[in-house]
């Protein structure tokens, strides 16, 4: 069954409250651009575009950049026809933004939220309101999934399905909530459902680092938390962070954070947020 692209309004402009903005446009239009660069602001992008005559399936893309780099973001990204959602962020909100800078698969969900927005079922006095409520609803769905790591990039150049995306973002939450059991790449594979293969190659091409980096650094990120807020024994720290003697875990740590494990102690962590 083919799906029928649906009319779409002209360009609406929606004030969200102080660090927020939502325009919605049928695409190629493109006004939020000047708003954006005049306001330094950054920018949270969903792009929907129905299938050509004859074929099923809406294509869904969810990109985020900061205001540095808004030329990432061409107009020819959105052709007449397409559904553009586009929130301009400032404050808190903008950061959140330029830390997870990318191109992500849009949920399911999340792309109900932004049709619902541009295709409200109500009108009358309340449809301003309901359309604040939608742009709302989904700023707040894609800065918490941002936030804590939860959207799945679209890496094609990875080789990877969405399916296989999502495994490799399971593997990684596998590391960050069990770094200190004795994590295995067989264990993690088998944890996430990928592939050693896929899982190793899928590490470095996404995350810029190998399944071994990612285990050491939330193995020495909760070093520092016991560093910080225990006084058990540097020697004892270290060897829960999975090193053998004092000698590789003081590298290690100085490597990370820039001072050695007694000095951090000692400094009660003060130098960890120009190490981060």
């Not at 080789?159 to 067989?186: C, H, N, P, Q, Y």
């Not at 070093?223 to 999975?242: F, N």
């Amino acid at each position: 069954m083919t799906e029928a692209t649906p009319h779409i309004a002209p360009e609406l402009d929606l004030d969200l409250g102080e660090q927020l903005r939502a325009f919605i446009d049928g695409g190629g239009q493109g006004a939020w651009r000047a708003v954006a660069r005049g306001g330094g602001a950054a920018v949270i992008r969903c792009t929907l575009r129905w299938p050509a005559e004859g074929r099923t399936g809406l294509v869904a893309r969810l990109t985020l950049r900061s205001a540095g780099d808004l030329d990432g973001l061409g107009d020819d990204a959105c052709e007449p026809g397409d559904l553009c959602l586009t929130l301009l962020a400032h404050g808190d909100f903008a950061r959140v933004v330029e830390q997870r800078s990318g191109d992500y698969y849009l949920p399911e969900a999340l792309t109900g939220l932004a049709l619902a927005a541009a295709f409200p079922s109500i009108s009358g006095p309340g449809l301003d309101l309901y359309r604040r409520a939608k742009c709302q609803e989904f700023a707040c769905e894609i800065l918490e999934r941002a936030a804590t790591l939860s959207l799945t990039p679209n890496a094609s150049s990875a080789g990877l399905s969405m399916a296989e995306m999502e495994r490799l973002i399971e593997a990684r939450r596998v590391i960050m909530s069990r770094f200190d059991e004795k994590l295995t790449l067989d264990v993690i594979s088998r944890a996430c459902g990928l592939n050693r293969a896929k899982l190793t190659q899928g590490f470095r091409d996404v995350f810029g680092q190998t399944v071994a980096e990612c285990l050491a650094e939330q193995r020495l990120l909760k070093a520092a938390a016991d560093l910080r807020s225990t006084s058990r024994p540097v020697s004892t720290i270290g060897y829960g962070a999975g090193y053998l003697n004092n000698a590789s875990f003081a590298r290690a740590f100085a490597k990370r954070f820039g001072i050695p494990p007694t000095t951090y102690r000692r400094a009660g962590g003060a130098p960890l947020a120009l190490a981060a």
